[in-house]
Structure formats: structure tokens, C-alpha cells
């Protein structure tokens, strides 16, 4: 398989942003107990009507950002493999509303719970609405007008030198 250069950047930043979902995800994990329990010590929050730890609450955005983040990358990594459509805006669209998605929602999130600054929060919808865009956009660069035994070249993106391929090793 040929591989373009946006294809390749789109696979890497996707790559990043996986490892780095599962480095926040292991500090979720093993790592931020005892500073969220020293943040948001008495404090409580209300959930569906129950009223629970401010620290637990705030452990489960860390880790919801942290599985959204991991669930973008893999939808970048999924970009760069996408054939070229020809609906190379669409695509470029695509990868960057995922990674702004991905700093914005899930950056906000890791923020918001390490210094305990709830405004942060007002943050994430714009991250969440970048999903969303990201999802439609990938969704119309997926549209083949081609038939579906027709050679494809993987895509991507409107970057300087465009039609540069780059072969894989073998």
C-alpha cells in the first residue's frame, strides 16, 4: 500500500494521541488518587440525584477524557488508511477537528480535575462539537465515487507537495 504524506501525519498524530491516551489513562489509574483526594478533600458533588465524592467524580472525567482521546486517535489512524476519494477537504477537515477535539475536550477535562478550575469545563462542549464535525466530515471524505474493486490510494489532507507517495518498508 502507498502511503501519501498526509496519510503518514495523520497516522502519526494518531499514533501520538493513542500512547499519550494511554499514559493519561494509567495515571488515571495509578497515579492521581491521592491528589484528587487532597484537591477535593470534604467537597462532594451531586449526581443523578446522590451526592458522592468530588474526587471520584473528578477521576471519572480524567478517565472519560482519556477514553475519548484514545477513541480519536484510533479514528485519525483510520483517517490516514482511508482511500483518496478525491474528497480531500472533507478528510482534512476530518483530522483536524479530531485532533482539536482531542485538546480541547479531553485537554480541558485533564485540566479542569488537575487544578480543580471548573471553568475550564465550558471548554469541552467545543471539543465534543469538533467530534461531532470530525465524525460527519470523515464520513463524507469515506464516500467513494469509485467502484469497489477500483485501485485506491490512500489520502489525505491539502499540505504543500501533495502528490508525494512514500513507499512502506517492506
Known sequence: MMLTREALFWI????????LAVVF?????????????????GKTKEILGESIPAARKYLADFKTGAEYQMTHALALLALGLLPNTGKRRAATIAGWSFLLGILLFSGSLYLLVLTGITKLGMITPIGGTLFIVGWGAMAIAACSPTCPGEPHQPMIGSFPDDTEVVQPRP
Open 12 to 19: 502519526r498524530c494518531g499514533a501520538v494521541m493513542g500512547g
Open 25 to 41: 489513562g494509567a495515571f488515571a489509574a495509578h497515579g492521581l488518587e491521592d491528589h484528587l483526594l487532597s484537591l477535593y478533600a
